[in-house]
């Protein structure tokens, strides 16, 4: 415990020291992190020696995908999906299920998986994460919409994929174990303690006997996240869906708190995600790696170059996307944090498969990292080099001249470029159309 707490805090001193140089390079923070766990892990320099099963790797993961899905959860409020839901609802409601099947059929015939092992292992590697894309996410030449339908896509896919993880591990763990009541019982008790507290607690702070100071805003939304997880550990309700459930709440409920939370909020969540990304590079020793055999990493590979653009491919037709925009859709789907927990949910379940299942998820995972956080800032300089256009160019290809998305949030349509339409909008709108 010691040395992990000395090894977090050198990364994370070192890890803010070259926080402003880290978009010039092929590095990511997160990088830095899962790297140097492996490098101090055992096998290697053994100055962090860890296993799956010791308390401090389930204790932390767990804390920190609660963190995760809580503030992931603030992304999915009324307000945001009222305002970008087009190219987000399709990669979500298209993209992620055939990316999970894509993935199963990958594991079922590469690696020999049964069904519905193969199609656990996709539901744990379907959804994505926006810190392995952040030079893009963050590049304000990026186009506005694609911007906004990474960031949004990978802030709900996160709790959007965890019923299927429960239900196919249900199953996977056998007929003797599978309860359907129960199961049934622990999710919607789960959903019903995010949503309750969340409303009684913000429902208080609205009547005359109480006042939140301004000082303790940030902590409103903090303390009901506390006491969701308390309540929903004390009633064996899911954890996890009640940490969604709740930032989906605050976010629709108390606007005001969740953007005074947001920016406190996504440190707490960071600091967690970086210390389990910490512990799962030191779980990935040289020994474990090779584990994963040839086959696993011909699925770990297939898994990122033909699961996610196949199904953004399909899932985007007809989308008006430009073949730059789509290209960056489909290739930026790394798999991140929650897939990291889920593995390890997947391992302590204690199936057949289990072990066999975290080997390839944490092949996948660590390739994804190094890919995908080496090669944003590379093609987020390609929309660098893009022509600059006026503000009335319809670059968005939606037909109403005004260069914007209509997924574009309300804020990025009353920039001052949404002011200085020029006169003949139909005309010049029909002109870039023939471009």
């Known amino acids: 415990m010691t040395n992990l707490l000395l090894v977090f805090s050198a990364l994370l001193l070192l890890a803010v020291l070259v926080s402003a140089l880290v978009h010039r390079t092929v590095l990511s923070t997160a990088a830095l992190f899962l790297v140097g766990g492996f490098l101090l892990g055992q096998g290697v320099t053994d100055v962090l020696v860890l296993k799956p099963e010791d308390e401090i790797v389930n204790t932390l993961a767990e804390l920190a995908l609660f963190a995760v899905l809580f503030t992931d959860g603030m992304h999915a409020g009324w307000k945001e999906v009222r305002s970008a839901w087009r190219l987000p609802g399709r990669a979500l409601a298209g993209g992620l299920p055939l990316t999970l099947l894509i993935t199963a059929a990958l594991a079922h015939y590469v690696v020999g998986l049964g069904w519905i092992e193969s199609l656990l292992i996709g539901a744990v590697l379907a959804p994505t994460d926006p810190v392995f894309a952040a ?6 030449k990026v186009p506005p919409r694609l911007r906004r339908l990474l ?141 994963v055999g040839w086959a696993g990493w011909v699925f770990a590979v297939l898994a990122l170059v033909v699961a ?20 960056a859709a489909m290739w930026f789907g790394p798999k991140g944090f929650a897939s990291v927990v889920y593995g390890l949910i997947v391992l302590e379940s204690g199936i057949a498969a289990g072990d066999e299942i975290f080997h390839l998820v944490a092949a996948t995972i660590a390739l994804s990292i190094l890919l995908h956080s080496s090669t944003d800032g590379l093609v987020a300089r390609g929309f660098d080099n893009e022509r600059e256009v006026p503000a009335w160019f319809d670059r968005d290809g939606d037909g ?36």
């Open 400 to 435: 109403d001249g005004d260069g914007e998305t209509d997924d574009a949030s309300p804020a990025e349509k009353t920039g001052p470029a949404a002011k200085t339409e020029p006169p003949e909008k139909s005309e010049s709108s029909g002109s870039s159309k023939s471009r």
């Open 151 to 291: 960031n949004v896509e990978s802030g709900i896919n996160d709790g959007v994929a965890l019923p299927f993880v429960i239900v196919f591990l249900a199953i996977a763990q056998g007929s003797d174990d599978l309860h359907i009541d129960e199961l049934a019982v622990e999710l919607s008790l789960g959903v019903v303690i995010g949503v309750v507290i969340p409303l009684a607690a913000l429902a208080l702070e609205r009547t005359r006997w109480f006042a939140v100071s301004p000082k303790f805003e940030p902590l409103n939304a903090l303390a009901i996240g506390m006491l969701v997880l308390a309540v929903a550990q004390a009633t064996h309700g899911n954890l996890y869906l009640a940490a969604f459930a709740a930032g989906v709440t605050v976010a629709t409920v108390g606007d005001h708190y969740k953007e005074q939370f947001e920016e406190f909020g996504e440190l707490i969540a960071e600091l967690f995600k970086l210390g389990a990304l910490l512990v799962f590079g030191a779980l990935l020793s040289p020994t474990f790696l090779g584990e």
């Open 135 to 140: 030079a893009l996410i963050g590049n304000e």
């Open 308 to 327: 996610r653009p196949v199904a953004i491919w399909v899932s985007f037709l007809r989308s008006k996307l430009t073949a730059r925009e789509q290209a």
